[in-house]
């Protein structure tokens, strides 16, 4: 078995690694990946996580340092919440080659790219381009995407999918979004 750096047995070089997608309106997305990414890391695997469309202050973002897992954000501001749509694609498409970097570099296990399907729904990456990033991938990687509205050809690509829906939700009493719950 390979030894990583820290010295901890490496649980699965062999294994596949597959695609999973969360998506869907219901909120709980970025939270099951960042729940499977501190699975892997207690395991001794090794995550990377892209975030798009999120700050660096978010409650996972301070406890990821905790846990010295390497979190790399792109696009701050979504287009609507007042971003400029030509920079965002812009940063969303450094976002997405700083990805296929992280994934051919074989150092890591697991790869989260939270919020990545919004960014092709709101065609800041093209699909095509992740599923060629999926295509590409090492096997032994396992890779998350997360956010709603994920395309028909990302959803055929991936090994699970899981779909949240909602059914109630704060938001809808005018609720505004908590630390620590929400963010």
């Not at 909120?27 to 395991?43: E, L, M, V, Y």
């Not at 992280?102 to 890591?108: A, H, T, V, W």
């Not at 999926?134 to 999918?161: F, Q, S």
Request: charged letters at 30%.
């Amino acid at each position: 078995m390979a030894k990583l750096k820290r010295g901890l047995v490496h649980p699965r070089p062999s294994q596949r690694g597959g695609v999973q997608v969360y998506t869907g309106n219901g909120k709980g997305k970025t939270t099951a990946a960042w729940g499977q990414a501190i699975r892997a890391s207690g395991q001794g695997l090794r995550v990377g996580i892209i975030q798009f469309f999120k700050g660096k202050d978010s409650g996972e973002v301070k406890m990821a340092r905790k846990l010295n897992l390497k979190v790399h954000s792109f696009c701050p501001v979504h287009p609507f919440f007042g971003g400029k749509k030509e920079k965002l694609k812009k940063e969303c498409q450094e976002g997405l080659a700083f990805a296929k970097e992280m994934i051919q570099s074989k150092k890591y296990d697991l790869i989260i790219l939270d919020e990545i399907n919004i960014a092709m729904r709101d065609r800041l990456i093209e699909v095509n381009e992740v599923l060629d990033l999926i295509k590409k991938k090492p096997k032994e990687v396992e890779l998350i995407l997360t956010g709603r509205g994920a395309k028909k050809k990302i959803i055929e690509a991936a090994d699970l999918v899981t779909e949240m829906k909602e059914v109630k939700h704060p938001y809808q009493k005018g609720i505004k979004g908590r630390k620590g719950i929400e963010y």
